[in-house]
């Protein structure tokens, strides 16, 4: 088959036809849109993640800051085994805030550092420790990865309602040519269903 005869056969649906039917039309219409709405949706979807992600990330930049706390007790000295170096325990932490309150939590602090030690660590403007915020470059990676995942799920969900659509359009015709078969075996005087 010649390649401008492959083009043909491929979009018959759209030619005039004595064969093509109304349900070829619609089958066709629901495949366009059905691409079409999963590049445009997935893309619309992936970026609006991106932005969602980069603007969380620069929320937490701006709310964020790191405190100098002065650790209240000995962090535990017990490593798992496999642990990664700068292995990091729960300990009880003291700190003063700018305006001068004192604020004690919980926060990840090197494995085996002795109480009345100073650390560093995260705090929210509520006073609570919180997660070291985002760097530029892991805000990027973060953005492109979930804006991509977001993409191909919205791409894929769009893609599936379409393939839905194509099935119940294939159920009608198969059920409107089974009964246009009886009909027309009836009609010759012909029996339908097993004997």
């Known amino acids: 088959m010649g390649a401008s005869q492959?083009?043909?056969?491929?979009?018959?649906?759209w030619r005039r036809n004595p064969l093509r039917r109304r349900s070829d039309?619609?089958?066709?219409?629901?495949?366009?849109?059905?691409?079409?709405?999963?590049?445009?949706?997935g893309l619309l979807a992936g970026l609006a993640a991106a932005d969602a992600i980069k603007e969380s990330a620069?929320?937490?930049?701006?709310?964020?800051?790191?405190?100098?706390?002065?650790?209240?007790?000995?962090?535990?000295?017990?490593?798992?085994?496999?642990?990664?170096?700068?292995?990091?325990?729960?300990?009880?932490?003291?700190?003063?805030?700018?305006e001068g309150s004192?604020?004690?939590?919980?926060?990840?602090?090197?494995?085996?550092?002795p109480a009345g030690h100073t650390v560093t660590v995260w705090a929210d403007r509520n006073g609570k420790i919180a997660?070291?915020?985002l760097t530029d470059e892991e805000t990027r990676w973060h953005a492109l990865s979930g804006g991509v995942l977001?993409?191909?799920?919205?791409?894929?969900?769009?893609?599936?309602v379409g393939w839905g659509a194509r099935q119940g359009l294939e159920r009608h015709r198969m059920a409107r040519w089974a009964a246009e078969w009886e009909r027309m075996n009836t009609q010759k005087g012909g029996k339908t269903g097993s004997t």
């Open 131 to 133: 997660a070291e915020p």
């Open 58 to 98: 620069e929320r937490q930049r701006a709310e964020r800051r790191e405190v100098s706390a002065v650790l209240v007790e000995d962090a535990e000295d017990r490593l798992p085994e496999r642990a990664p170096s700068g292995y990091r325990v729960w300990a009880t932490v003291r700190w003063t805030a700018p």
């Open 102 to 113: 004192t604020h004690t939590d919980e926060a990840r602090v090197p494995s085996g550092t």
């Open 25 to 41: 039309i619609v089958e066709a219409w629901v495949l366009l849109a059905s691409w079409v709405g999963a590049l445009a949706g």
């Open 150 to 160: 977001t993409a191909s799920g919205a791409s894929g969900a769009v893609l599936a």
């Open 6 to 13: 492959h083009g043909r056969v491929r979009w018959w649906r």
